[in-house]
C-alpha cells in the first residue's frame, strides 16, 4: 500500500525513520508531530532517465517478486555497516555474541518477527545458526485485531500495533547484523509508550520483568522516548520509578541504552493529537537518564558523497530533485545526523530533569549548565543511507518485503550489538560484563581526548566534527536543530535553534562513532582496570 511522505512521522523520538515517498510534505504536516512511528513505504520506481543509476537495489525480491529500487537513497547490508564501524574485524576474531543476550523494548512488538529475523538471517549470514530469538509480552499479547486498513494514525490498536512493527523488526533484524549468534529477545508492551503517561505502568513492569528475569550482562536497548517537559509536575516521581530499575540492572550488570530522538531539539508537547511542540531546546527521556546511555545519530556516507546545489529537495511534481540528491560514488565520512530533506535530526541538549553527573565533569562547559547532557555516543541513523529490513507483518498497510530504515532506533541496537560482543570476550576471559556503561564511556572519551575523524584512525571512536558537502546550505551538517519547509517547496533551519557539533564530546554525537574493535578493547580495559 503506497503511503504519503508524512514528515511528522519522523519527529518521534527515539522511533524508526523509514525511508519516504517522494512528494512535498505540506507545512500543517509539519506542525504535528507523530509519536508513533510511520512505516512509509520507500521510493521503488526505477532510477529516471539521465540519473546516475540506483542508489540501492533491495538483495532479493520481494513478496510480490519484484526486487525494489531506490534511485536516490542509498542503503547498506550488515557488512556493508560491519566494515565501516570496524565491527568485521570482531566477527573474524570469532566475536558474534554467543552467549549474551539483548533485549529490544518496543510498543506491540511484530506478530511476523520470528520469520522476518529469519529471512534476514537466510539473506546476509546463511551459514550461521538460526537466529536464537524469542518474543515476549509481559502484559499480554497485543491485540493486532485483523490488520490495519487505515492510515494508522491512531495510538492504540491494531494501526498503531502496524506502525511499531517496522520499528519492532528494524530493532531485531539490526542488533542481530552485529551479534548474530547472541540470543535476540523482544518485548511487546502495548499501547505505545509515547506520552509520559499512557501505557507507562505496562512498561515499567515488562523492564521490571527484563531486569529480574535475564542473565547478568543482559544489553536492553529502548526504542521509545518522551520530551521531557513532556511529565510536567511529575517528572522526579515518574523517572524515578524507572531510575530504580536501572539502577537495579546496573547493580546486576546490565547495560541499558536508549535511542537519543529523531527531531533534534524540537520536542513535542502533549497537546490534543500531539499537534504542537515547544519553542525553545528539548531532549528526550530515557535517553537523558543517566543511568541509560544515550546514543545519537550520524550519516555514514561509505562509497558515496552527497554533493547538494540546491535546497528544494522534491520538483513541483513529487520526484526528487536530482540537485539536491546529486552525489558521487565514492568516499567515505561521517557526519552528524540532519537531514533537511526529511527533517530529521539526531536528538541532544541539556537535561531539564538530572543534573550533571560526576562522570561529565569534563563536559561542564559545553553542556553550560549542571545538566545531564546527551548523547553519548553515536551511529549511524540516516535515512538517505539507511539499513535494510525485511518486514512482512501487515501486508495491507506496508508492502511485505525490503525497506530502507534509519532513525536513532537504528543506532541503539546495533551499539547494543557491540556491547554484546564485549561481554562475549569478557565472559571467555572469566571477567565479569561491561555492566553500567556511562562512566566506562566517559574514561576512555575523557583520556582520549578528540580522536581523529578519518575512517583510517585507530582510537575508540570517529569523532564526528562539521562538514559541508556540496554548495547547497542543506548541506552544512554541523549542528542538530531541525529544518522546516517553506510554502516554495525549500527547505530552511525551524525556530528552535540546535547545539554545534565541535571537535570531541558534543551535545549531537557524544564522543562520535565506535570503531568497534577499538572500543572493546578501550571499554574492557576501563572494566578491568
Known amino acids: 500500500m503506497r503511503k504519503p511522505l508524512i514528515a511528522a512521522a519522523v519527529a518521534a523520538l527515539g522511533m524508526a525513520v523509514p525511508a519516504a515517498v517522494g512528494s512535498v510534505p505540506t507545512a500543517s504536516a509539519q506542525a504535528g508531530p507523530v509519536l508513533v512511528p510511520h512505516a512509509v513505504e520507500a521510493p521503488d520506481r526505477p532510477a529516471p532517465a539521465g540519473a546516475q543509476g540506483a542508489a540501492c537495489t533491495a538483495p532479493t525480491p520481494d513478496i510480490s517478486g519484484e526486487v525494489h529500487v531506490y534511485a536516490w537513497l542509498h542503503c547498506y547490508t550488515p557488512a556493508q555497516i560491519s566494515a565501516a564501524y570496524g565491527v568485521t574485524a570482531l566477527h573474524r576474531a570469532g566475536d558474534l555474541g554467543a552467549g549474551q543476550t539483548i533485549v529490544l523494548m518496543d510498543a506491540y512488538g511484530s506478530p511476523t518477527a520470528a520469520q522476518d529475523l529469519e529471512t534476514f538471517h537466510q539473506t546476509f549470514y546463511p551459514s550461521l545458526p538460526a537466529p536464537d530469538f524469542d518474543e515476549i509480552y509481559p502484559g499480554g499479547r497485543p491485540n493486532y485485531g485483523n490488520g490495519c486498513h487505515g492510515n494508522g494514525t491512531g495510538i492504540s490498536g491494531p494501526c498503531a500495533a502496524a506502525n511499531w512493527s517496522g520499528e519492532a523488526t528494524l530493532d531485531i533484524e539490526w542488533a542481530y547484523a552485529i551479534a548474530p549468534l547472541a540470543h535476540i529477545v523482544l518485548v511487546g508492551v502495548p499501547p505505545a509508550e509515547t506520552l509520559?503517561?499512557?501505557?507507562?505502568?505496562?512498561?515499567?513492569?515488562?523492564?521490571?520483568?527484563?531486569?529480574?528475569?535475564?542473565?547478568?550482562?543482559?544489553?536492553?536497548?529502548?526504542?521509545?522516548?518522551?520530551?521531557?517537559?513532556?511529565?510536567?509536575?511529575?517528572?522526579?516521581?515518574?523517572?524515578?520509578?524507572?531510575?530504580?530499575?536501572?539502577?537495579?540492572?546496573?547493580?546486576?550488570?546490565?547495560?541499558?541504552?536508549?535511542?537519543?530522538?529523531?527531531?533534534?531539539?524540537?520536542?513535542?508537547?502533549?497537546?490534543?493529537?500531539?499537534?504542537?511542540?515547544?519553542?525553545?531546546?528539548?531532549?528526550?527521556?530515557?535517553?537523558?537518564?543517566?543511568?541509560?546511555?544515550?546514543?545519537?545519530?550520524?550519516?555514514?556516507?561509505?562509497?558515496?558523497?552527497?554533493?547538494?546545489?540546491?535546497?528544494?529537495?522534491?520538483?513541483p511534481s513529487g520526484d526528487y530533485n536530482p540537485a539536491y540528491f546529486a552525489y558521487s560514488n565514492s568516499g567515505r565520512s561521517e557526519a552528524v545526523w540532519n537531514e533537511t530533506w526529511l527533517p530529521a535530526a539526531t536528538g541532544g541538549g541539556p537535561s531539564a530533569i538530572y543534573p550533571r553527573p560526576d562522570w561529565q565533569s569534563q563536559q561542564a562547559a559545553i553542556i553550560g549548565r549542571d545538566a545531564r547532557g546527551v548523547p553519548d555516543l553515536s551511529w549511524n541513523a540516516a535515512v538517505n543511507g539507511g539499513v535494510l529490513v525485511w518486514i512482512t507483518a501487515f501486508p495491507d498497510y506496508q508492502r511485505a518485503g525490503w525497506h530502507v530504515y534509519g532513525g536513532t532506533s537504528a543506532s541503539s541496537p546495533q551499539v547494543a550489538g557491540v556491547i554484546a560482543l564485549a561481554n562475549e570476550q569478557q565472559a571467555a576471559a572469566g571477567q565479569p560484563p561491561v555492566g553500567f556503561l556511562n562512566p566506562l564511556l566517559y574514561q576512555v572519551g575523557d583520556r582520549s581526548g578528540a580522536s581523529t575523524a578519518a575512517f583510517s584512525g585507530t582510537g575508540a571512536f570517529r569523532d564526528i566534527v562539521p562538514r559541508r558537502y556540496g554548495t547547497a546550505a542543506s548541506g552544512m551538517l554541523h549542528n542538530n536543530r531541525l529544518w522546516q519547509y517553506n510554502a516554495d517547496g525549500s527547505v530552511?533551519?525551524?525556530?528552535?535553534?540546535?547545539?554545534?557539533?565541535?571537535?570531541?564530546?558534543?551535545?549531537?554525537?557524544?564522543?562520535g562513532s565506535p570503531r568497534a574493535a577499538a572500543f572493546v578493547a578501550a571499554v574492557r580495559a576501563a572494566r578491568n582496570g
Open 196 to 315: 509520559g503517561v499512557q501505557g507507562f505502568p505496562n512498561l515499567f513492569k515488562a523492564l521490571r520483568t527484563v531486569v529480574d528475569q535475564y542473565p547478568a550482562g543482559t544489553v536492553i536497548s529502548q526504542s521509545f522516548g518522551v520530551t521531557e517537559q513532556t511529565f510536567g509536575g511529575a517528572a522526579k516521581t515518574q523517572t524515578a520509578r524507572f531510575d530504580a530499575v536501572y539502577k537495579a540492572a546496573a547493580a546486576k550488570g546490565d547495560t541499558v541504552l536508549a535511542s537519543s530522538g529523531d527531531n533534534g531539539t524540537t520536542g513535542t508537547s502533549k497537546q490534543q493529537h500531539e499537534s504542537t511542540s515547544y519553542s525553545y531546546p528539548t531532549v528526550g527521556w530515557p535517553a537523558s537518564s543517566p543511568y541509560v546511555t544515550a546514543v545519537g545519530g550520524t550519516q555514514l556516507q561509505y562509497g558515496w558523497t552527497w554533493h547538494p546545489t540546491s535546497d528544494v529537495p522534491f520538483l
Open 492 to 511: 530552511s533551519p525551524g525556530p528552535v535553534l540546535g547545539w554545534p557539533t565541535r571537535h570531541g564530546w558534543d551535545m549531537t554525537t557524544g564522543f
